[in-house]
């Protein structure tokens, strides 16, 4: 039976939502309600670009369920083989993202209509995962100075759809952006754990408004 996911469109509708809206919400969390609660604050304060990564509990069923609302463009992170990809893909993931590039996520990714953002750090790998046909290259781990290796690397391959998803903040978000990036995503610097654990979601909501904000100025 051929696979009835969602159309070709959706490697084309994540980029365009990443261009649009800049930032990311990466929810990686112990507890499934506690998952759901705080992305929707997130979401209430104006993220649009959401991540589940399939180490979250019920998994799927927070793609299909942040999936369902038209506003939100919702993918799947730490995916790390063909049959996550396929899992994440059929609950409604746009995107796939890995911690590392393996061309064979990637494929699978393209083959079922979903975005793929592999994780790089070297210039060779992001040209890899470039020449693969990723849509977006996760920078990770942080480098250190973000902002400053986004520049550095983009001298010479201004064609790379970097988004830095680990040390970003509301600090150095605008400068990263300024510097290439095509967006940035945001675990800890959003969903702290000690506010999870509280679940203290109005103090997450406050959190993701200052972020966004830090976002909005980098194109002040």
């Not at 070709?8 to 980029?15: K, L, P, V």
């Not at 939100?72 to 059929?90: I, W």
Request: charged residues 15%; hydrophobic residues 55%.
């Amino acid at each position: 039976m051929a696979y009835d996911g969602p159309s070709m469109s959706s490697e084309t509708a994540f980029t365009a939502a990443l261009a649009q809206h800049r930032a990311v919400a990466i929810m990686r969390a112990t507890s499934r309600d506690r998952a759901a609660a705080a992305m929707w604050a997130a979401v209430e304060a104006g993220f649009r670009v959401l991540e589940f990564t399939m180490t979250t509990p019920d998994v799927l069923g927070l793609v299909a369920e942040f999936a369902a609302d038209a506003r939100l463009t919702v993918g799947a992170g730490t995916v790390m083989d063909l049959e996550a990809a396929e899992q994440a893909v059929r609950a409604g993931a746009r995107f796939l993202v890995s911690p590392v590039l393996d061309e064979r996520v990637v494929a699978r990714a393209r083959a079922l209509g979903a975005a793929a953002v592999p994780g790089c750090f070297t210039p060779t790998e992001l040209w890899r995962a470039h020449t693969a046909g990723a849509a977006a290259q996760k920078l990770f781990p942080s480098p250190g100075d973000v902002a400053a290796y986004v520049r550095v690397v983009r001298g010479p391959m201004p064609f790379l759809n970097l988004l830095p998803t680990n040390g970003v903040d509301a600090a150095n978000a605008a400068a990263v952006l300024q510097a290439g990036a095509a967006g940035v995503g945001f675990t800890t610097p959003l969903f702290a754990p000690e506010l999870m654990h509280a679940a203290d979601f109005a103090a997450i909501g406050a959190r993701a408004t200052t972020l966004l904000a830090a976002v909005r100025s980098a194109a002040a």
